[in-house]
């Protein structure tokens, strides 16, 4: 290896295979991840918070566990990111949020702790829209997150801080939550394998609630192993969590080998309509034609219904967001702007604290469960979900695996989405669908635009199905390559520079660092 870029290449299993035979240091990969923060961070602003001492201090006792064989375990020393909206004990948790900005949790999220039992550690909070509550990661106080493939352009979102830190070598893997797309998108548009659980499967307790009954976190990662790693370490029942399922071991790992042969897989002639970018849909075909030589037996259908999922998603997200955002009133946690009394205080740190979109949603939430419009709207909306989940119901008596694109596009311009709430809605047709039926959907990449964009591939399968997905996608990734492959011969630091791509001027650069710093000025 060529000294620490040679470390940032590796996955996080392959890292995880080196510090254990002691070919390389916990420390020294630590030591070469801050050396690509200080190097990229600046630009990319994947992070809110970075706890670079306290890592440095977590990876000398790991290193010394390790080698007394008290942690192992394919993940153990590896330095993991994890996004902003995660509990984490002792580090500040924001959301993304003004409201939250100096909001240090007393305790851990489950998922954090099901991380660090597994041997790794956390080095920072990563950057997402505000709750969540987006698509591109610029909706968040502490300004936007950039694409390492290309700086002028969105990572993605919400979880765009953690998809932008594995793909610049800011981390080896991360966490991200995906209430209606925020791990799979971020994945798709970064050129990374991100997978959304069965719902239920891994713990919301510490995931600070935005659509409870669609929140869900899972692994963003460089390949299909390490996202089964991921997965294998944080799924478990939690008692703590009214909505944990118990379940089978995953058993993910034993999937990679099996091959597709027989596996019946669909694909939704409605994830295929014209606001598809045709670069999208040449690589998903190709990805479908490669499993059907793999053995797979493929089948185009209609799923139907597709266009109510948008609509639905948004009734029952800003429903439920309303209500979960009710706690933040200035009385128990994060921002307090005092009032000439209690309402008014009330008002103040709302006002003060949430960004617009934030407000936006919860208007429309409110809305929606207000007497005389209930059953219009919310009601309505679970109708429509039913309809939505039985149709999957119906349709995986048939398929085994539903294949089709994560995102009509591949990553936007930053700005571009703009004023118009709507058209970024849109956006997340092909990924709501899977948060409204609770099934796991996993996005990969399977291609790069005329631009040199990662394209991502997405796969979904029955409620408790991951298995198959994982199948599917480690055939795939066999065939194609993953996001290393991905680069071509580009090395991790080369990422940007891609295609001609310049690092952006000076300055927009200046103008980004300014905000960030304002956003983390408010700290
Ligand atoms: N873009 C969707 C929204 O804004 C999904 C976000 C998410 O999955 N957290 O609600």
């Not at 968040?140 to 290309?150: E, M, Q």
């Not at 970064?190 to 659509?211: D, M, Q």
């Not at 967001?321 to 205080?345: I, V």
Request: glycine share 12%; net charge negative; charged share 25%.
């Amino acid at each position: 290896m060529d000294g620490e870029m040679g470390i940032l290449e590796l996955t996080a299993v392959e890292l995880g295979k080196k510090i254990k035979f002691g070919e390389v240091g916990v420390e020294e990969a630590l030591e070469a991840v801050i050396e690509r923060i200080q190097e990229r961070e600046e630009s990319l602003h994947c992070y809110v918070t970075l706890d670079l001492e306290g890592a440095r201090a977590k990876a000398r006792l790991l290193q010394k566990k390790l080698l007394n064989g008290e942690v192992s375990g394919p993940l153990a020393g590896v330095p993991f990111a994890v996004k902003d909206n995660l509990c984490t004990k002792g580090m500040r948790t924001t959301c993304g949020s003004k409201i939250l900005k100096n909001f240090v949790p007393p305790y851990d999220a489950t998922v954090v702790r099901n991380l660090e039992s597994a041997g790794a550690f956390i080095l920072g909070k990563t950057n997402l829209d505000e709750f969540g509550m987006g698509n591109t990661t610029e909706r968040s106080f502490a300004g936007a997150t950039r694409n390492p493939w290309d700086e002028e352009r969105s990572a993605g979102g919400s979880s765009g801080g953690s998809a932008a830190a594995v793909a610049s070598g800011e981390c080896f893997a991360a966490l991200g939550t995906d209430t209606g797309g925020s791990i799979r998108q971020p994945a798709a548009h970064c050129g990374l394998v991100g997978l959304k659980p069965t719902y239920g499967t891994v713990s919301r307790y510490g995931l600070i609630a935005y659509c409870s009954s669609m929140d869900q976190a899972g692994p963003i990662t460089k390949d299909v192993r390490d996202c089964a790693a991921v997965m294998e370490a944080i799924a478990s029942y939690d008692e703590k969590d009214a909505t944990s399922l118990r379940r089978e071991p995953l058993h993910l790992q034993s999937a990679l080998t099996e091959g597709v042969s027989g596996l019946k897989i669909g694909i939704p002639k409605d994830y295929f309509e014209e606001k598809l970018q045709p670069e999208v849909e040449h690589a998903v075909r190709a990805a479908m034609k490669e499993l059907e030589a793999q053995g797979a037996i493929v089948e185009e259908f209609e799923l139907g219904l597709v266009r109510y999922a948008v609509p639905t998603y948004y009734t029952i997200a800003c429903a439920e967001a309303s209500s979960n955002l009710e706690r933040y009133d200035g009385m128990k946690y994060g921002l307090r702007e005092a009032g000439t009394g209690l309402h008014d205080t009330y008002r103040q740190t709302r006002a003060k604290g949430f960004g617009e979109e934030v407000k936006r949603r919860i208007l429309l939430g409110t809305f929606a469960l207000s007497e005389g419009y209930y059953e219009q709207y919310y009601l309505k909306a679970m109708k429509a979900r039913r309809l939505i989940k039985n149709r999957f119901d119906e349709v995986f008596q048939t398929y085994d695996l539903l294949l089709g694109p994560a995102a009509p596009t591949t990553a936007p311009q930053l700005g571009s989405v703009g004023d118009d709430p709507v058209q970024a809605y849109l956006a997340d047709v092909y990924t709501v669908p899977a948060n409204l039926a609770g099934i796991p959907a996993m996005s990969l990449p399977c291609g790069r635009d005329a631009q040199g964009m990662p394209i991502g591939l997405q796969l979904m399968a029955d409620r408790f199905q991951e298995r198959t997905i994982f199948r599917a996608a480690a055939t795939w990734e066999q065939v194609f390559g993953g996001f290393r492959q991905l680069r071509g011969s580009r090395r991790i630091d080369e990422l940007g520079q891609l295609g001609g791509f310049g690092q952006f001027g000076g300055t927009r650069q200046h103008e980004s660092k300014a905000r960030w710093e304002e956003g983390m000025g408010q700290a």
